[in-house]
């Protein structure tokens, strides 16, 4: 929590002290002792990072709306590629990676916050073996999730940052943003089944680590170790074999441990991986308007517990409705599960007198009944949340049965509440 303190002062510093949407607490913050960020909190912290800082550089040039995102653009280039820093997207990242390993009690570091100039990768480093060996053991599905986690942040920040612009009318252009993390989702899955990228870059990281363990990131190339683990929920995390150096388990899956079924797989989701370029925002349409309604359609696909999702989002915007709805087709390696979810957007309601703003969300579906590859048999589940706006604060209730949600890191059944505050977007 010190290194968050850390990343809230520079963004004030970076915004002057523009203020932010924010969960002040959470009770994932809680699951073992305390510690954090949370996945909400991640997340909410990144896009109120980039919808400050784009608003922000947008402001500085007044009426000069190109140059406003010409110097957008080149912040976000600079951020992603030369310095990577906390709140952004590279540290949202690997905080998602971090929300798993703490729900289950394993202790991590974030080595953005080393502030490494044009890093070749960045670790969750200070992660120690017999808290991998006790996580695959007792909690497979979370142990696949884990490596897939990064990048469904990142789904979920373009989701957040899509509905802040659609439904509340921020008017920060978060455009490059858009296109940068879609390409370099794309990209890096579909590099996991390149043996000169994975297989040269994992001994040049094990020649380096050496014996330090503290060195060492959780997984190395997330995504072969996404699909052997995938594959493989019952092989032991020992089995992997001896690091290198002769000192810890060998972490890093080679595109060598790799069966053909396993490559192939991973091949297949890296081409997938285009799907989440079918969204009007990154052309930028923020919506189409016939009749009076408002509306906009894309579509999203991640990595999850068991397989894939694809999701068709759907926009809509009437007088003072807003409806967000999401159609899920969960797939695993045996058979397609559907789901639905549905939020009402910020609807105004009256409370023993007091205005407040209700957003109730609904959630249903089948997924795997183990959250597993190779399950055939159907579980049925669902979410269900409600957010409560009064002045300038927020309560969260959010309770859900066993299952798979982009942004909540149980797979369990679990009941979260937060309590944050509440701020104007940049108008």
Same mark, same amino acid.
């Given at each position: 929590?010190?290194?968050?303190?850390?990343?809230?002062?520079?963004?004030?510093?970076?915004?002057?002290?523009?203020?932010?949407?924010?969960?002040?607490?959470?009770?994932?913050?809680?699951?073992? +002792?305390?510690?954090?960020?949370?996945?909400?909190?991640?997340?909410?912290?990144?896009?109120?990072?980039?919808?400050? #800082?784009?608003?922000?550089?947008?402001?500085?040039?007044?009426?000069?709306?190109?140059?406003?995102?010409?110097?957008?653009?080149?912040?976000?280039?600079?951020?992603?590629?030369?310095?990577?820093?906390?709140?952004?997207?590279?540290?949202?990242?690997?905080?998602?990676?971090?929300?798993?390993?703490?729900?289950? +009690?394993?202790?991590?570091?974030? &080595?953005?916050?080393?502030?490494?100039?044009?890093?070749?990768?960045?670790?969750?480093?200070?992660?120690?073996?017999?808290?991998?060996?006790?996580?695959?053991?007792?909690?497979?599905?979370?142990?696949?999730?884990?490596?897939?986690?990064?990048?469904?942040?990142?789904?979920?920040?373009?989701?957040?940052?899509?509905? &802040?612009? @659609?439904?509340? +009318?921020?008017?920060?252009?978060?455009?490059?943003?858009?296109?940068?993390?879609?390409?370099?989702?794309?990209?890096?899955?579909?590099?996991?089944?390149?043996?000169?990228?994975?297989?040269?870059?994992?001994?040049?990281?094990?020649?380096?680590?050496?014996?330090?363990?503290?060195?060492?990131? @959780?997984?190395?190339?997330?995504?072969?170790?996404?699909?052997?683990?995938?594959?493989?929920? &019952?092989?032991?995390?020992?089995?992997?074999?001896?690091?290198?150096?002769?000192?810890?388990?060998?972490?890093?899956?080679?595109?060598?441990?790799?069966?053909?079924?396993?490559?192939?797989?991973?091949?297949?989701?890296?081409?997938?991986?285009?799907?989440?370029?079918?969204?009007?925002?990154?052309?930028?349409? &923020?919506?189409?308007?016939?009749?009076?309604?408002?509306?906009?359609?894309n579509a999203a696909y991640l990595l999850t517990s068991f397989g894939t999702t694809t999701d068709v989002?759907? @926009?809509?915007?009437?007088?003072?409705?807003?409806?967000?709805?999401?159609?899920?087709?969960?797939?695993? +390696?045996?058979?397609?599960?559907?789901?639905?979810?549905?939020?009402?957007?910020?609807?105004?309601?009256?409370?023993?007198?007091?205005?407040?703003?209700?957003?109730?969300?609904?959630?249903?579906?089948?997924?795997?009944?183990?959250?597993?590859?190779?399950?055939?048999?159907?579980?049925?589940?669902?979410?269900?949340?409600?957010?409560?706006?009064?002045?300038?604060? @927020?309560?969260?209730?959010e309770a859900k049965s066993e299952g798979w949600v982009a942004g909540n890191v149980?797979?369990?059944?679990? #009941?979260?509440?937060?309590?944050?505050?509440?701020?104007?977007?940049?108008?």
């Amino acid at each position: 929590m010190r290194r968050l303190a850390l990343a809230f002062l520079l963004f004030a510093a970076t915004v002057q002290a523009q203020p932010v949407d924010f969960p002040i607490l959470d009770s994932d913050n809680f699951a073992h +002792g305390f510690g954090g960020p949370s996945m909400e909190q991640s997340v909410d912290a990144t896009a109120a990072f980039y919808e400050q #800082v784009h608003g922000a550089l947008q402001r500085s040039w007044g009426k000069r709306e190109r140059w406003g995102k010409v110097t957008v653009a080149a912040f976000d280039v600079l951020e992603a590629a030369v310095l990577p820093l906390p709140l952004g997207d590279a540290w949202l990242h690997e905080e998602y990676h971090r929300a798993v390993m703490t729900n289950r +009690g394993i202790a991590s570091v974030n &080595d953005v916050y080393r502030f490494q100039v044009s890093p070749g990768g960045i670790a969750v480093s200070h992660v120690r073996d017999d808290r991998l060996i006790r996580l695959k053991r007792e909690h497979p599905a979370d142990q696949v999730r884990l490596g897939a986690a990064g990048i469904e942040g990142e789904v979920v920040l373009i989701q957040r940052l899509e509905k &802040d612009r @659609f439904f509340r +009318g921020s008017k920060a252009w978060n455009l490059p943003l858009y296109w940068f993390i879609k390409a370099n989702s794309a990209g890096y899955v579909a590099s996991g089944t390149d043996a000169e990228d994975v297989d040269d870059e994992t001994a040049r990281w094990e020649r380096e680590e050496g014996t330090s363990f503290k060195r060492r990131d @959780f997984t190395g190339h997330d995504f072969t170790g996404w699909v052997y683990d995938l594959f493989r929920p &019952d092989e032991p995390y020992e089995a992997r074999g001896v690091h290198p150096s002769g000192v810890g388990i060998r972490r890093y899956r080679r595109t060598s441990d790799l069966t053909p079924a396993e490559h192939d797989y991973l091949e297949k989701i890296g081409q997938r991986m285009a799907i989440n370029f079918l969204d009007p925002n990154l052309i930028g349409i &923020d919506g189409f308007t016939i009749r009076g309604a408002t509306f906009n359609v894309n579509a999203a696909y991640l990595l999850t517990s068991f397989g894939t999702t694809t999701d068709v989002n759907a @926009f809509l915007r009437r007088g003072g409705g807003r409806l967000f709805v999401v159609v899920h087709r969960y797939e695993n +390696g045996e058979r397609a599960f559907p789901g639905l979810d549905a939020e009402l957007i910020d609807r105004p309601m009256s409370i023993a007198g007091r205005r407040v703003e209700v957003t109730p969300r609904i959630a249903l579906w089948l997924q795997p009944e183990e959250q597993r590859f190779r399950d055939r048999n159907a579980k049925p589940g669902g979410l269900a949340a409600v957010r409560v706006r009064y002045g300038k604060t @927020f309560l969260d209730l959010e309770a859900k049965s066993e299952g798979w949600v982009a942004g909540n890191v149980h797979l369990d059944r679990n #009941v979260t509440v937060r309590f944050g505050v509440v701020v104007p977007l940049p108008g």
